[in-house]
């Protein structure tokens, strides 16, 4: 069953002043279309494997601000990605674990990408895609 | 559009210090995936206690940009080592290769381009296969270089 976000994020979000906002909603926008566009390979049982689990994480400094996933749930922060300085935006999309051999191949496994491809194909559409965001903020 | 994989599995089998790293498994710089076990070859994937070094270069997008024919592939480089401070061995050379290459032509003929630059976009950290437990890293190596041949 899907959780609600937590209240953490929203106190977080209303610490910001509205332009960064807006500027993290549009990137959030961004990232999510990622997750949303990816086409992770299925395996039996179809549906259920771990690489459908797709998520988003965005924050402005060291607050996290958005985030969400294909499942609803709110993803936890991976070690590796450092968050830090007070004026920075930062936004990651990715899939849970098994997702990374698909995307990168194993010993045995040649590559089958799905989220590189999904970021090339989005990104250059970022001001389009965070336009409706920014605007609806700061209307 | 001209495919830059073969021309990178090259410049990184023939650097010094990735060939020095590989040894005597100089020529396992694979595109794609690990070589196959045949009747008269091994292949790359063995099990553990008698792991070799190979790396295997996979494509993971080729955007190109709009209007000029210029292209910015990316892609996942394993390195496959005898243990992790060995993958990481391994790893530092070729992202060393990366970065050394700076602005150059590549190929012959038809198939000669220019790349403009190419660096190491992720950094790495040691893990375990999960088929055969051997020790690897993935890097991300992003290039700039043109989609059309370029003459000399």
Redesign the interface.
């Known amino acids: 069953m899907a959780r609600k976000p937590s209240t953490r994020v929203v106190l977080n979000r209303a610490a910001l002043n509205t332009v960064d906002l807006a500027t993290a909603e549009g990137l959030e926008e961004v990232v999510r279309t990622v997750v949303e566009t990816a086409r992770p390979p299925d395996a039996p049982p179809y549906g259920q494997g771990l690489p459908a689990h797709g998520g988003w994480l965005v924050y402005a400094g060291a607050k996290k601000v958005g985030g969400g996933s294909l499942d609803g749930r709110q993803p936890k922060k991976p070690r590796?990605f450092r968050v830090q300085g007070s004026r920075t935006l930062q936004a990651i999309a990715g899939f849970s674990f098994p997702g990374?051999?698909q995307?990168?191949?194993?010993?045995?496994?040649?590559?089958n990408?799905f989220l590189?491809?999904a970021?090339?194909?989005t990104v250059?559409h970022a001001p389009s895609i965070m336009k409706p965001a920014v605007q609806r903020r700061l209307r | 559009m001209i495919d830059l994989s073969g021309k990178i599995l090259i410049e990184i089998r023939d650097d010094a210090g990735v060939s020095a790293w590989l040894g005597a498994d100089a020529t396992r710089v694979r595109v794609q995936e690990a070589k196959p076990a045949t009747e008269t070859d091994e292949g790359d994937v063995r099990e553990s206690g008698s792991f070799v070094r190979f790396i295997v270069i996979s494509p993971l997008s080729t955007p190109r940009d709009r209007r000029v024919p210029i292209q910015r592939p990316t892609y996942a480089i394993n390195v496959f080592g005898l243990s992790p401070k060995d993958a990481m061995a391994g790893y530092v050379e070729v992202s060393d290769a990366l970065h050394r290459g700076g602005v150059r032509m590549v190929g012959s003929g038809a198939s000669r381009v220019g790349i403009w630059n190419s660096w190491d976009d992720s950094g790495a950290t040691p893990e375990a296969d999960p088929d055969t437990g051997q020790p690897f890293v993935t890097l991300v190596a992003s290039f700039i270089a043109t989609d059309q041949s370029v003459a000399s």
Do not use: I, L, V
């Not at chain 1, 995307?103 to 590559?111: H, I, L, N, P």
């Open positions: 590796g990374r051999f995307e990168s191949g194993t010993a045995k496994m040649a590559a990408p590189t491809p970021a090339s194909a250059p």
